[in-house]
């Protein structure tokens, strides 16, 4: 039973930085695709970014873009979302995802397993 379960939300300033984590088990796929989500209240659930576990590739919403990188611990089997220079508007819950195959766009559809979410708080 694959299960994905993130950590490291929190409150920051604006400005600041957090590094969310999301550990993976339940499988045994070497290529995946996983990838963090997020929640604005009265919007739907949104990219931020993905990475192909299997090549290295990464794609990132432009919201985020040269503000947030994910990265990857195959030993682990946990990936990160590190997020700097964080705005109000990025106050959200995040939910890590994943599929057991490579990535496709980066829409909810496309994402089999969810976690149950870290909440990110940014003041202004």
């Known amino acids: 039973q694959v299960q994905l379960v993130e950590s490291g939300g929190g409150s920051v300033q604006a400005g600041g930085s957090l590094r969310l984590s999301c550990a993976a088990s339940?499988?045994?796929?070497?290529?995946?695709?996983m990838g963090w989500f997020r929640q604005i209240p009265g919007k739907e659930r949104e990219g931020v970014g993905q990475?192909?576990?299997?090549?290295?590739?990464?794609y990132y919403a432009d919201s985020v873009k040269d503000r947030f990188t994910i990265s990857q611990d195959n030993a682990k089997n946990t990936m990160y979302l590190q997020m700097n220079n964080l705005k109000a508007e990025d106050t959200a819950p995040y939910y890590c995802a994943a599929r057991l195959d490579g990535c496709y766009a980066l829409h909810k559809v496309f994402l089999i397993y969810w976690g149950k979410g870290t909440q990110v708080a940014v003041s202004s």
């Open positions: 339940g499988y045994a796929y070497s290529r995946t695709c």
């Open positions: 990475i192909d576990t299997g090549v290295g590739n990464k």
